[in-house]
């Protein structure tokens, strides 16, 4: 399978804890996406990078928020402390940076907070 | 800022012709894109305007009026599969971030 992988696809969570998603882009890929979604809604922006560097972040982020793209591959999101509110269903993509517009979406890691 | 307005839900039967218009106020517009998502899965890219007119491409089609602000998303010959949410996003530029609207669910009925 050659698309956007992410891990896990469920997380469930006591309020006050920390948790980490993985997503994994397609391999020739520089950019990569984040994105939030809650239900009925369309997906909102929380950050990306081009390769390693993160070129924006949502002002919408508090700073519970951080998020990696260490090599310029995978990339990490982390929640600390979570909070009910955080419950969601998070979207990573990627894309061939200003190559084309088409991104392509993973099938995302739902958390729910307790 | 980005805004994008579209409607909720649409209903219509298989073999039937549905248009979602989408709104859009931009402080700077670089074009238009829709994203079909199924239900539990993740949204896949359909069609992108970056000039006025129609793109047609295959039984779907995308329409932008910048003058108006406007497009839509034309969907012909419905299928129950075509049974989904549909979303206009507009890019900051290209590869950059997606601003979506808030969506329309399309229900197919036979």
């Known amino acids: 399978d050659t698309g956007v992988s992410q891990n896990p696809r469920h997380k469930i969570t006591k309020r006050g804890q920390n948790v980490t998603f993985r997503c994994d882009p397609i391999?020739?890929?520089?950019?990569l996406y984040w994105y939030r979604q809650t239900l009925g809604q369309g997906p909102e922006f929380l950050t990306y990078?081009?390769?390693?560097?993160?070129?924006?972040k949502s002002r919408l982020l508090s700073d519970r928020f951080s998020a990696e793209r260490p090599k310029g591959s995978f990339s990490t999101l982390e929640i600390q402390r979570t909070e009910q509110g955080d419950s969601a269903m998070y979207l990573c993509?990627?894309?061939?940076?200003?190559?084309?517009?088409?991104?392509?979406f993973g099938p995302g890691t739902r958390l729910t907070v307790t | 800022g980005q805004s994008l307005e579209q409607p909720s839900e649409v209903t219509a039967v298989e073999g039937a012709i549905v248009q979602i218009n989408c709104t859009y106020q931009?402080?700077?517009?670089?074009?238009l894109s829709w994203y079909q998502q199924h239900d539990g899965g993740a949204p896949t890219f359909l069609s992108y305007?970056?000039?006025?007119g129609l793109e047609e491409t295959g039984r779907f089609s995308s329409f932008l009026s910048r003058s108006d602000s406007y497009g839509y998303l034309l969907l012909q010959e419905l299928q129950m599969k075509d049974s989904a949410s549909y979303f206009c996003?507009?890019?900051?530029?290209?590869?950059?971030?997606?601003?979506f609207g808030g969506g329309t669910r399309v229900l197919v009925k036979p």
């Open positions: 996003a507009a890019p900051k530029a290209a590869g950059n971030k997606l601003t």
């Open positions: 993509a990627s894309s061939l940076g200003t190559v084309t517009l088409e991104q392509y």
């Open positions: 931009t402080s700077g517009f670089y074009g």
């Open positions: 391999s020739e890929h520089n950019r």
């Open positions: 990078f081009q390769n390693e560097a993160q070129l924006e």
């Open positions: 305007n970056a000039l006025d």
